[in-house]
């Protein structure tokens, strides 16, 4: 596993964009600036686990929810570069999500208006409604920069795709926890 905690551009571009939560109809998402520093992660985790023998590697942290869940990288495809790598939420009360297979699905999500706190709400609650998309324009433009690719995809099919072939987050989660 690498230590790489070089910022991808597109991380870059949306800690520009600014998310409205709009009193819970937009966005509860703040992004940052820089992955969280390996020392503060390790710490984080270690609070979060109740495990003083775990660091925070597997984690390259870049944003947060209002509640204090985070959002990050999960490094576990061997071999992919960081934007490769599954994207996830750990929350506040020990929620863990898969949000996204790889950062370009997540810039997507982002820009259809969906939110972490939105995925892991409806992880939580198992709820079947229909997603409310609230498209906005400054990430449309990121994920049109930064994902192309992943553009025909829906909320659905990201979210359908979000944790397969990788290990379950909250089994890998829960045999560290003391």
């Known amino acids: 596993m690498t230590d790489d905690r070089t910022f991808p ?32 992660t390790t710490e984080w985790f270690r609070a979060w686990t109740g495990n003083d023998e775990v660091d ?30 599954p994207v996830v939420y750990l929350g506040s009360e020990g929620e863990t999500v898969h949000l996204a297979t790889d950062l370009g699905d997540f810039l997507w999500l982002l820009a259809r208006g ?35 690719d992943a553009r025909p995809r829906t909320v659905e099919e990201i979210l359908a795709d979000a944790g397969k072939g990788i290990p379950g987050l909250e089994d890998t989660v829960y ?4």
Request: proline share 7%.
């Open 9 to 40: 551009s597109a991380l870059e571009a949306v800690s520009r964009v600014r998310f409205d939560h709009d009193g819970g109809s937009g966005i509860d998402y703040e992004p940052y600036d820089a992955f969280l520093p390996a020392g503060e």
């Open 56 to 85: 925070g590697d597997t984690f390259r942290i870049f944003g947060q929810e209002g509640t204090g869940g985070l959002v990050g990288l999960w490094l576990v495809r061997e071999g992919r570069p960081l934007t490769g790598q």
């Open 114 to 148: 969906v939110g972490p706190m939105d995925v892991a709400h409806r992880a939580w609650t198992a709820a079947d409604e229909e997603w409310v998309v609230r498209p906005d324009p400054a990430m449309t433009a990121v994920a049109e920069e930064f994902a192309p």
């Open 175 to 178: 045999d560290l926890c003391r």
